[in-house]
C-alpha cells in the first residue's frame, strides 16, 4: 500500500506534482527531468519495477509505464505475444505490452484530465497501485516464457494458480 498525506485531495495543474508527492513520501528513488516527464524506481516482490510519467498539457492526459527489469529476444516475442493476449483478457485497467524497441514487457495505461481542474491524489495513487499489483500478479507468467521456456498457456496456467492460507 502506497504511503500519503491526503490533505490536499486535488492540486490545480500538472499532475506530475502529486506523483512527485507521493514518491517523496514512499522515498523512492526518482529522476524528475521536467515539467513533463518522470522516472520512478519501486521495489516490488520479484523486481524494481521502472516507472516513467509523461504528462502532455495539451491533450491534457497523463500516460503512465511500469517496466520489468527483463528482456524479451526476437525469438521469444512469438510467445511473448501470446502471454500478452491471455493476460490482457485479465486486466481491468490498463494493459501489458512489449516495447519493441527495447524488448520490455510493460504495464501501460493513460487518463485524461480534459475539464477536471485536476486529478486528485487518490487517482496517482491508484495508478501507481494498480501497475505495480499487476505487474506482481503476471511477473511470473512473464518469467516463466522469457527465463523458462514456457508456452504462453503453460506459463499462465502456472502464474494464475491461487494459494490458499500460509506457509
Same mark, same amino acid.
Not at 525469438?75 to 494493459?95: F, K
Not at 485524461?112 to 499489483?133: H, Y
Given at each position: 500500500? %502506497?504511503?500519503?498525506?491526503?490533505?490536499?485531495?486535488?492540486?490545480?495543474?500538472n499532475p506530475?506534482? %502529486?506523483?512527485?508527492?507521493?514518491?517523496?513520501?514512499?522515498?523512492?528513488?526518482?529522476?524528475?527531468?521536467?515539467?513533463?516527464?518522470?522516472?520512478?524506481?519501486?521495489?516490488?516482490?520479484?523486481?524494481?519495477?521502472?516507472?516513467?510519467?509523461?504528462?502532455?498539457?495539451?491533450?491534457?492526459?497523463i500516460h503512465?509505464?511500469?517496466?520489468?527489469?527483463?528482456?524479451?529476444?526476437?525469438?521469444?516475442?512469438?510467445?511473448?505475444?501470446?502471454?500478452?493476449?491471455?493476460?490482457n483478457d485479465?486486466?481491468?485497467?490498463?494493459?501489458?505490452?512489449?516495447?519493441?524497441?527495447?524488448?520490455?514487457?510493460?504495464?501501460?495505461?493513460?487518463?485524461?484530465?480534459?475539464?477536471?481542474?485536476?486529478?486528485?491524489?487518490?487517482?496517482?495513487?491508484?495508478?501507481?497501485?494498480?501497475?505495480?499489483?499487476?505487474?506482481?500478479?503476471?511477473?511470473?507468467?512473464?518469467?516463466?516464457?522469457?527465463?523458462?521456456?514456457?508456452?504462453?498457456?503453460?506459463?499462465?496456467?502456472?502464474?494464475?494458480?491461487?494459494? %490458499?492460507?500460509?506457509?
Amino acid at each position: 500500500m %502506497i504511503e500519503t498525506d491526503t490533505s490536499e485531495d486535488i492540486l490545480d495543474g500538472n499532475p506530475l506534482d %502529486i506523483v512527485e508527492k507521493i514518491v517523496e513520501i514512499n522515498e523512492w528513488i526518482f529522476d524528475r527531468r521536467n515539467d513533463q516527464e518522470m522516472a520512478v524506481q519501486v521495489p516490488g516482490t520479484w523486481c524494481d519495477y521502472s516507472l516513467y510519467f509523461a504528462w502532455n498539457e495539451e491533450m491534457e492526459a497523463i500516460h503512465f509505464t511500469c517496466a520489468f527489469d527483463m528482456r524479451v529476444t526476437k525469438e521469444q516475442r512469438p510467445q511473448a505475444y501470446e502471454l500478452l493476449a491471455l493476460v490482457n483478457d485479465r486486466m481491468w485497467l490498463g494493459h501489458f505490452t512489449v516495447w519493441s524497441d527495447e524488448g520490455l514487457p510493460m504495464y501501460r495505461h493513460a487518463i485524461p484530465f480534459r475539464g477536471a481542474k485536476g486529478p486528485a491524489i487518490e487517482q496517482m495513487e491508484d495508478l501507481v497501485e494498480t501497475a505495480v499489483s499487476e505487474c506482481e500478479r503476471f511477473y511470473p507468467a512473464f518469467q516463466y516464457v522469457i527465463w523458462g521456456g514456457k508456452t504462453a498457456p503453460e506459463a499462465i496456467k502456472a502464474a494464475m494458480i491461487d494459494t %490458499i492460507g500460509e506457509a
